[in-house]
C-alpha cells in the first residue's frame, strides 16, 4: 500500500469527511468558488483562515521548526488587500497539539488545505482583476518543493500512525481542528 491510499490517510479523510464537505458550502468560503465573488468576500475569508491558521501554526512551532511560508504569503495577500493581519481576531479554542501525532494531524489539516486552494485560484483570479497578482499568493502556492512535502507527510502519516492509539489521537485531533475551524467560519460570519 502506498502513503497516497493508506489506512492513516482514508482514516483522516473519513473523520472529517462531513465538516470537509460543510466547510465547502459555508458562507464565508463557497463565495471563493462563485462567479460573482467580491474583493470584500474575499478579504473575510482570508482574514478568518488566517485567524485559523495564525494560532495553530504557532502552537506547531512550539514543538520543532515552523513552518511559516504559507503564513507569509496568507499575511502578505491580506496586506494588499488593506487588511492588517496583526489586527485581526484568531480563533483561541484548538484542541492539544502537544502529542506528535495530533501535530502530525495538524499538518495534515493545513497542509492538505493547500490542495483545494489551488483549485479555487482561476476564479478568485478573475474576481479580482487587477489585484490578482498581489492578492493570491496564499491560494496560488505553487513552491516546487510542496509536491514532495506532501508526499513525505502521507509517508509520515502510515509510518507514525501505524499504531491504533496514534491514529486514535490523530483522527481526533483532525477531527477537532475541522471542527474549530467551523464554529470559528461561523462566529466570523455572525461578526460580518
Known amino acids: 500500500m502506498t502513503p497516497a491510499d493508506g489506512t492513516a490517510r482514508r482514516t483522516l479523510r473519513r473523520v472529517t469527511a462531513a465538516v470537509h464537505e460543510r466547510l465547502h458550502h459555508h458562507r464565508l468560503l463557497a463565495p471563493l468558488t462563485a462567479p460573482d ?3 470584500g468576500q474575499y478579504r473575510d ?3 478568518a483562515l488566517h485567524g485559523f491558521h495564525a494560532p495553530v501554526e504557532r502552537r506547531l512551532a512550539m514543538h520543532g521548526p515552523a513552518e511559516t511560508a504559507r503564513l507569509e504569503r496568507l499575511a502578505r495577500d491580506l496586506e494588499a488587500l488593506g ?3 496583526a ?7 484548538l484542541p492539544d ?6 501535530r502530525l494531524a495538524a499538518r495534515y489539516v493545513l497542509d492538505g488545505s493547500a490542495h483545494g486552494g489551488r483549485a479555487m485560484l482561476p476564479g478568485v483570479r478573475r474576481a479580482l482583476g487587477d489585484r490578482a497578482e498581489t492578492a493570491t499568493a496564499f491560494l496560488a502556492d505553487d513552491r516546487p518543493e510542496l509536491p514532495r512535502r506532501w508526499t513525505a507527510l502521507l ?9 491504533p492509539a496514534a491514529l486514535t489521537v490523530a483522527a481526533a485531533t483532525a477531527e477537532a481542528l475541522f471542527a474549530a475551524l467551523e464554529r470559528w467560519l461561523d462566529t466570523r460570519a455572525a461578526a460580518r
Open 45 to 47: 475569508a482570508l482574514a
Open 97 to 102: 497539539l502537544s502529542a506528535p501525532p495530533a
Open 155 to 163: 509517508a509520515r502519516l502510515e509510518a507514525e500512525l501505524a499504531e
Open 37 to 39: 465573488l467580491t474583493v
Open 87 to 93: 489586527a485581526l481576531p484568531e480563533v483561541e479554542s
Open 83 to 85: 487588511a492588517d493581519p
